[in-house]
C-alpha cells in the first residue's frame, strides 16, 4: 500500500473541498457530525473533502441543507472544470 495521499481529482473539486471543510470547521463540527448531519456517510465527507470524490447534484443538495448553507455558496465562482 502506498503512502502517497491521493490527489484531488481537479481543481474544481479541490476548491468544492476546501469550501465544504471550510464551512464545517466553521460551524465547529467534526468530519464526523458533519456527515451526519448532511445525511451521507463520514468517510464519502472526507473524499470530498479532498476534492477525490465528484458529488451529483442530489448530494451537493444534502451538503448544503446540512452544512446550513445554500448550494450557490458552495459552488459559486468555482473554478471551470477543463
Known amino acids: 500500500m502506498s503512502d502517497v495521499p491521493k490527489q484531488p ?6 476548491e468544492l473541498g476546501e469550501r465544504i471543510r471550510a464551512r464545517r470547521t466553521e460551524l465547529g463540527w467534526s468530519q464526523e457530525h458533519a456527515a451526519q448531519q448532511c445525511g451521507v ?14 458529488a451529483r447534484v442530489e448530494n451537493l443538495l444534502k451538503l448544503s441543507t446540512g452544512l446550513q448553507t445554500t448550494p450557490g455558496k458552495l459552488l459559486d465562482g468555482l473554478p471551470r472544470p477543463e
Do not use: A
Open 41 to 54: 456517510h463520514w468517510t464519502y465527507m472526507g473524499q470530498v473533502e479532498r476534492g477525490q470524490r465528484s
Open 9 to 14: 481529482l481537479s481543481p474544481t473539486l479541490r
